[in-house]
């Protein structure tokens, strides 16, 4: 009777299969891991980390990377996982409460933030449906290892004033130039402490804001 012995060359290549295997899903499923912002992009993520800021604003024009910058540092507060890039306090250890509101311009919304968001959280960590909206305007985590289950919504600048004046929150996102009326209604909802974070073109049409803001030592601008 023979007795059939494994092959460790088969064993070995066996594995290494597998491992290659899991890298390709971990990086279809789990983009955010693998992002690599470039110079402009770094330094905006490590001020926000830093907590130091109450608002925190990245100015620059389009194709810098602003959005995926966004979407990362988004994820990285939501799914930490402390790699090189995200591995400071606000990322480790969000401090506010986990609920929060994205907001912008209808179209910037629907082409390019809800796809962009889409792309770079990781798969299976959340979920998102339209609620009475025509994009995906509600959005909540899967809270693991400790971390707090997150919310946030998504809002346009052609909604009525009123509908931003209700809520407590705990981080607010604008991309690009706010209104100046949404811009004071938002801001007071993070009456029990917050993070704002702007990504804008250049300003153009928001004199209130250059003039009040980006003046300011409270803001951090790249």
């Known amino acids: 009777m023979e007795t059939q012995l494994n092959n460790p060359v088969d064993d ?117 449906h339209k609620a009475d909206k025509h994009y995906e305007s509600v959005w909540r985590t899967k809270g693991e290892n400790g971390k707090p289950n997150f919310e946030f919504d998504m809002m346009s600048y052609e909604q009525d004033v009123k509908q931003f004046e209700s809520a407590t929150l705990g981080f607010l996102v604008f991309d690009e130039p706010v209104p100046e009326a949404i811009w004071k209604a938002s801001i007071a909802r993070l009456r029990r402490g917050g993070i704002i974070i702007c990504c804008f073109t250049p300003l153009e049409g928001s004199a209130y804001f250059y003039d009040n803001y980006v003046v300011s030592p409270q803001v951090v601008r790249f």
């Open 12 to 128: 070995l290549q066996q594995r290494i299969r597998r491992i290659k295997i899991q890298k390709i899903k971990r990086r279809q499923q789990q983009l955010y891991r693998y992002y690599e912002p470039n110079g402009k992009a770094q330094k905006f993520i490590e001020m926000v980390g830093s907590n130091r800021f109450f608002i925190n604003l990245f100015i620059a024009a389009n194709g810098v990377g602003k959005t995926a910058t966004l979407c990362n540092i988004l994820a990285n507060i939501f799914f930490p996982i402390n790699p090189e890039f995200f591995d400071y306090p606000l990322y480790n250890n969000f401090p506010f409460i986990p609920k929060g509101r994205i907001i912008s311009d209808t179209t910037t919304l629907t082409k390019t933030l809800v796809p962009e968001l889409h792309k770079w959280f990781p798969q299976g960590k959340y979920t998102s």
